[in-house]
C-alpha cells in the first residue's frame, strides 16, 4: 500500500518454475477464522463496510486490537487464504486452488519501497522476485477479457477514495494486477456454483 500503511491485509509471492510458467501465491488475511459469523464484530464490521483513512487518523472496520492481530506484520505467523496460480508465458491460467495457511512474511513494503528496491537493492533473491512479479504484472494488464471491466471500477473507486490522485508506480500496479486476478477467479468460481450463497 501506500506510504505511512501499519496494516498489511494481503501479500503475494511469485517462482518461476523450471517448465517456464508461473506459481503465483497471493495470500489474504483470514478474517473468518477470528470473526463469527453473524457475531457482535461481525455485524459491526457489516455496518462500517470498509477501513476509513485519513490524514490523522484510521477509523478500523474491525477492532483495533484485532486488527493488529490480523494485519500480515512482517516475521510474524500469521493466518491467511492463499490463492495459487498457476500461469504460463501468455497468463494464462493453468490451474487455480485455495486453501487456508500459516504464513511468515519476509517483508513489508510500501509502493515507495519498491521503487528504492529495484534502484539500490543488491539482494539478488529480492530484485528477481519483485523482477518477475512485475513482468507478471505488467503482461496482466495488457489482456483483454472480463477483468478489463473489473479494473475499470476498481481504478474508478480508487479515483473516487484519493480525489483523482493515485500511485502509478510498478508496486501498485502488481497489487492491483494481483488482486484483480484473485477477486475475478473468486468471483467466477462462485458463479459456476450458484448453490453456494455469495454475495460479490
Not at 472496520?61 to 512482517?74: A, D, I, N
Not at 528504492?116 to 523482477?131: G, H, Q, R
Not at 489482456?143 to 475499470?152: D, H, I
Amino acid at each position: 500500500d501506500g506510504p505511512g500503511t501499519s496494516l498489511y491485509d494481503d501479500a503475494c509471492s511469485i517462482q518461476k518454475l523450471e517448465n517456464g510458467t508461473y506459481l503465483l501465491s497471493v495470500f489474504v488475511t483470514d478474517v473468518a477464522s477470528f470473526v463469527p459469523r453473524a457475531s457482535l464484530i461481525d455485524n459491526m464490521a457489516y455496518e462500517k463496510a470498509e477501513t476509513i483513512y485519513m490524514p490523522q487518523k484510521v477509523i478500523t472496520m474491525l477492532p483495533p486490537g484485532l486488527t493488529k492481530t490480523l494485519t500480515l506484520k512482517e516475521n510474524q505467523d500469521r493466518t491467511a487464504l492463499g490463492h495459487f496460480f498457476i500461469l504460463d508465458q501468455n497468463m494464462n491460467c493453468l490451474d487455480f486452488r485455495v486453501q487456508r495457511c500459516l504464513i511468515n512474511v519476509d517483508k513489508n513494503y510500501n509502493y515507495n519501497d519498491i521503487v528504492n528496491t529495484i534502484t539500490t537493492s543488491k539482494n539478488y533473491d529480492e530484485l528477481e522476485m519483485i523482477n518477475n512479479m512485475a513482468d507478471v504484472a505488467i503482461k496482466l494488464h495488457s489482456t483483454e477479457g472480463n477483468r478489463e471491466t473489473y479494473r475499470a471500477l476498481k481504478q474508478l473507486k480508487k479515483d473516487v477514495n484519493t480525489n483523482g490522485i493515485y500511485d502509478p508506480s510498478i508496486g501498485s500496479l502488481i497489487i492491483m494486477e494481483f488482486m484483480t486476478l484473485t477477486n475475478y477467479y473468486i468471483a467466477d468460481y462462485f458463479n459456476q456454483h450458484p448453490e453456494i450463497p455469495f454475495i460479490y
